[in-house]
């Protein structure tokens, strides 16, 4: 039985109205804010990948019962909906002397990534969610002799995994992109590209019926007792069981604090390009690279023409990141746009985003009970479109009192390890930022 307890939540997202991905749907249908007294038989707070497949595969395995999904903004201006769209499977590298150990555990994780794809895939497939699903691959792109090695350690250890992948050289690398910036990269092909601001939406709008979704209204307070009481601005929630969904915010909801470490990154969306543009770009419509150098940029080419840019990874101790960051980032994109689009001048980046990650020191995701009837699905260490959705179905299965092989590999898996001290954090992570931005220099 739980301890009564109290919990003022602070911070709260504070999310702009920059998302370029979701800036370019059509305008949303206003919002069901809560209001009132409500009870439920399930609350899961956080409407990204996790908490949207967690509270629909609820609803699928408890249809008698009642589910509440409550997000503090817009679903679709949050992470999920700002992110850069690859849903991938296979993306570490890995860097361990225990190979046998890191293979087995690099192989559950691509396992879980290929199950959350499968998840999402037959969600959008059955109510035919138009959000640019393409599974076409990544290629992982190099611009450096630093950045070739970066590619050839990367294909020694999808050697050991036996994993299917292609070496491209430059004039391959130009086929594609158009640009002739990169001189080598890697092609693997289990990744999918999604619009992810109409992907969330879809996936929010074609709940089962016995969800009920909440939006703008962020979760201000818990009571944790044997049933769980939330509150909002205008609405009190109550549920015998709730779902911590919220990543990185899921700290302080009196769990795992000085666990995590937030983070954002940014995204740039150009306009159109016109049909001259499109013309002296060349290259395929649709294409994806992800960095040879972690802290490199990934680019892509979406369907409807435009160029999105994203890199820069800045610690945001409140969870949120400031203006003055984003503008920050946005002078970064100009200059990684440019050294690649030299071609098209007078393309500008019309939308530039920013949007919270969180990690953990040891790469451990936050999983399973954390007291009585308080569950957490958190911390999937930015690739969260494949991992949240398909740790978000885990942890439902997980409530609802099933098993399978795929939950005992989370049940298993390690939790997030203690931060060090924040004055340390501040200092060493802001630090190796600076030092690693600095080293991918042209991959940048
Ligand atoms: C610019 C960018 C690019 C990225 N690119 C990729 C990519 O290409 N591929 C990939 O796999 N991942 C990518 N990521 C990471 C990915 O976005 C996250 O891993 C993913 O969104 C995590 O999903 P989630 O549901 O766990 O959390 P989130 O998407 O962060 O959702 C958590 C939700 O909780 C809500 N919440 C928080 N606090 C409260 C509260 N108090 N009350 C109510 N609701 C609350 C938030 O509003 C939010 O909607 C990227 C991230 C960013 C920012």
Redesign the pocket.
């Known amino acids: 039985m739980n301890a009564a307890r109290h919990i003022d939540?602070a911070p709260?997202?504070r999310?702009d109205n920059r998302n370029g991905w979701l800036e370019i749907l059509p305008p949303l249908p206003p919002a069901n804010v809560a209001t009132g007294s409500h009870a439920f038989d399930y609350v899961v707070?956080?409407?990204?990948?996790?908490?949207?497949a967690a509270a629909r595969r609820l609803a699928e395995l408890n249809p008698d019962s009642s589910v509440c999904l409550?997000?503090?903004?817009r679903?679709g201006n949050?992470?999920?909906g700002?992110?850069?769209?690859?849903?991938?499977d296979q993306a570490h590298n890995i860097r361990a002397t225990d190979f046998a150990v890191e293979i087995e555990s690099e192989k559950n994780q691509i396992t879980l990534n290929r199950a959350g794809q499968d998840y999402l895939r037959d969600v959008v497939q059955t109510h035919d969610i138009d959000c640019d699903w393409r599974e076409q691959g990544k290629v992982h792109g190099a611009a450096t002799p630093r950045g070739q090695e970066l590619l050839k350690a990367y294909s020694g250890n999808l050697d050991l995994l036996g994993a299917e992948y292609e070496h491209l050289d430059a004039t391959r690398m130009k086929q594609i992109t158009g640009t002739n910036f990169y001189t080598a990269g890697l092609f693997t092909p289990g990744t999918i590209l999604i619009q992810p601001a109409a992907l969330v939406r879809g996936l929010a709008e074609t709940m089962p019926a016995n969800v009920t979704v909440f939006e703008d209204?962020?979760?201000?307070a818990i009571d944790y007792d044997q049933v769980q009481r939330l509150r909002t601005a205008s609405a009190v929630i109550t549920a015998p069981t709730v779902i911590l969904?919220?990543?990185?915010?899921a700290s302080?909801f009196g769990f795992y604090d000085d666990h995590i470490i937030p983070i954002?990154?940014?995204?740039s969306l150009t306009r159109q390009m016109t049909d001259e543009e499109i013309a002296i770009l060349g290259g395929e419509i649709s294409w994806g690279i992800i960095p040879a150098d972690p802290f490199g940029t990934?680019v892509r080419r979406t369907a409807d023409n435009r160029i999105l840019i994203?890199n820069i990874y800045s610690y945001s101790p409140d969870l949120n990141s400031g203006e003055d960051t984003r503008l920050w980032a946005r002078g970064k994109h100009e200059r990684s746009f440019r050294n690649r689009f030299p071609m098209l001048p007078k393309l500008e980046l019309e939308y530039t985003?920013?949007?919270?990650?969180a990690l953990s020191r040891n790469g451990a995701p936050v999983f399973g009970k954390l007291a009585d009837r308080v569950f957490a699905?958190?911390c999937?260490?930015?690739?969260?479109?494949?991992?949240?959705t398909i740790c978000?179905k885990l942890i439902a299965e997980d409530v609802s009192g099933q098993d399978s092989g795929l939950l005992q590999i989370m049940r298993n898996a390690a939790r997030p390890s203690k931060l060090l001290p924040a004055f340390m954090m501040h200092i060493g992570i802001r630090a190796n930022f600076a030092v690693r931005r600095m080293r991918a220099g042209r991959e940048l």
């Open positions: 939540v709260l997202p999310m707070i956080g409407g990204g990948f996790t908490g949207l409550i997000d503090a903004g679903i949050n992470a999920a700002r992110c850069s769209g690859f849903a991938i209204s962020p979760v201000t969904a919220n990543n990185g915010f302080r954002s990154t940014f995204g990934s994203r985003w920013g949007g919270p990650l699905s958190a999937h260490n930015g690739v969260g479109i494949a991992r949240g978000g």
